[in-house]
Protein backbone atom coordinates (compact mmCIF):
# COMPACT_ATOMS: atom_id res chain seq x y z
CA UNK A 1 0.00 0.00 0.00
CA UNK A 2 0.87 3.49 -0.74
CA UNK A 3 -0.39 6.69 1.15
CA UNK A 4 -0.74 9.85 0.08
CA UNK A 5 -1.83 12.65 1.79
CA UNK A 6 -1.91 16.56 -0.09
CA UNK A 7 -1.78 19.93 1.49
CA UNK A 8 -1.49 23.60 0.31
CA UNK A 9 -5.14 24.18 -1.36
CA UNK A 10 -7.01 26.80 -0.21
CA UNK A 11 -8.59 30.08 -1.82
CA UNK A 12 -6.60 33.08 -4.12
CA UNK A 13 -7.61 35.52 -6.30
CA UNK A 14 -7.18 35.22 -9.86
CA UNK A 15 -3.63 35.91 -11.20
CA UNK A 16 -2.18 34.69 -7.36
CA UNK A 17 -0.24 31.57 -7.23
CA UNK A 18 -0.26 28.09 -4.79
CA UNK A 19 1.80 25.19 -4.34
CA UNK A 20 0.58 21.83 -3.83
CA UNK A 21 2.37 18.75 -2.12
CA UNK A 22 1.72 15.17 -1.92
CA UNK A 23 3.89 13.13 0.68
CA UNK A 24 4.15 9.28 -0.17
CA UNK A 25 4.09 7.19 2.92
CA UNK A 26 4.24 3.07 3.09
CA UNK A 27 6.79 0.55 3.01
CA UNK A 28 10.38 0.89 1.60
CA UNK A 29 9.44 -1.55 -1.02
CA UNK A 30 6.53 0.18 -2.04
CA UNK A 31 8.01 3.36 -2.41
CA UNK A 32 11.13 2.27 -4.13
CA UNK A 33 8.26 1.08 -6.60
CA UNK A 34 6.25 4.05 -7.75
CA UNK A 35 6.58 4.59 -11.21
CA UNK A 36 5.07 7.82 -11.73
CA UNK A 37 3.44 10.64 -9.62
CA UNK A 38 0.87 13.17 -10.83
CA UNK A 39 -2.06 15.46 -9.90
CA UNK A 40 -5.14 15.29 -11.00
CA UNK A 41 -8.18 18.06 -10.75
CA UNK A 42 -11.75 17.35 -10.80
CA UNK A 43 -14.48 20.41 -11.10
CA UNK A 44 -17.97 20.19 -10.09
CA UNK A 45 -19.81 18.61 -12.71
CA UNK A 46 -16.74 17.31 -14.25
CA UNK A 47 -14.77 14.01 -14.91
CA UNK A 48 -11.60 13.96 -13.20
CA UNK A 49 -8.90 15.08 -15.56
CA UNK A 50 -4.62 15.14 -16.00
CA UNK A 51 -2.85 18.18 -14.18
CA UNK A 52 0.30 17.09 -14.62
CA UNK A 53 2.59 13.93 -14.23
CA UNK A 54 5.87 13.33 -13.76
CA UNK A 55 7.89 10.04 -14.47
CA UNK A 56 11.66 10.19 -12.87
CA UNK A 57 12.96 13.53 -12.69
CA UNK A 58 12.68 14.51 -16.27
CA UNK A 59 10.13 12.83 -18.49
CA UNK A 60 6.89 15.54 -17.56
CA UNK A 61 3.55 15.83 -19.28
CA UNK A 62 0.79 18.66 -18.71
CA UNK A 63 -2.78 19.09 -19.49
CA UNK A 64 -2.81 22.20 -22.13
CA UNK A 65 -4.52 24.21 -20.19
CA UNK A 66 -2.22 24.55 -17.61
CA UNK A 67 0.82 24.57 -19.61
CA UNK A 68 3.79 27.53 -19.16
CA UNK A 69 1.69 28.36 -15.66
CA UNK A 70 1.82 25.09 -13.55
CA UNK A 71 5.45 23.02 -12.73
CA UNK A 72 5.39 20.06 -11.31
CA UNK A 73 8.24 18.46 -9.76
CA UNK A 74 9.67 15.64 -7.52
CA UNK A 75 11.78 15.43 -4.56
CA UNK A 76 12.58 11.17 -4.49
CA UNK A 77 14.75 11.68 -0.96
CA UNK A 78 11.21 13.44 0.64
CA UNK A 79 8.76 11.01 -1.72
CA UNK A 80 7.17 14.17 -2.39
CA UNK A 81 5.97 15.56 -5.78
CA UNK A 82 4.63 19.28 -5.65
CA UNK A 83 2.46 21.33 -8.21
CA UNK A 84 3.40 25.01 -8.39
CA UNK A 85 0.62 27.00 -10.22
CA UNK A 86 0.83 30.38 -11.14
CA UNK A 87 -1.59 32.60 -12.60
CA UNK A 88 -4.00 30.97 -11.61
CA UNK A 89 -7.85 31.39 -13.24
CA UNK A 90 -11.24 30.79 -11.95
CA UNK A 91 -11.47 27.79 -14.09
CA UNK A 92 -8.64 26.26 -12.15
CA UNK A 93 -11.35 25.73 -9.01
CA UNK A 94 -11.69 22.43 -8.39
CA UNK A 95 -10.78 19.76 -6.20
CA UNK A 96 -6.94 18.46 -6.53
CA UNK A 97 -5.74 15.04 -6.28
CA UNK A 98 -2.42 13.10 -6.14
CA UNK A 99 -1.57 9.91 -7.55
CA UNK A 100 0.74 7.77 -7.58
CA UNK A 101 0.98 4.49 -9.80
CA UNK A 102 2.72 1.37 -8.37
CA UNK A 103 3.01 -2.18 -9.78
CA UNK A 104 0.53 -2.15 -12.24
CA UNK A 105 -1.86 -0.37 -9.18
CA UNK A 106 -2.90 3.45 -8.71
CA UNK A 107 -2.84 5.48 -5.31
CA UNK A 108 -5.01 8.26 -4.71
CA UNK A 109 -4.67 10.90 -1.88
CA UNK A 110 -7.73 12.73 -0.14
CA UNK A 111 -8.03 15.68 -2.43
CA UNK A 112 -7.06 19.34 -1.46
CA UNK A 113 -9.55 21.80 -2.44
CA UNK A 114 -8.07 25.05 -4.62
CA UNK A 115 -10.53 27.89 -5.53
CA UNK A 116 -10.03 30.55 -7.36
CA UNK A 117 -11.96 33.93 -7.00
CA UNK A 118 -12.35 36.35 -10.04
Known amino acids: QVRLVESGGGLVQAGGSLRLSCAASGSIFMINSIDDMGWYRQAPGKQRELVAR???????NYADSVKGRFTISRDNAKNTVYLQMDSLKPEDTAVYYC?????????WGQGTQVTVSS
Open 99 to 107: NAAALYKDY
Open 54 to 60: IRGRDSI
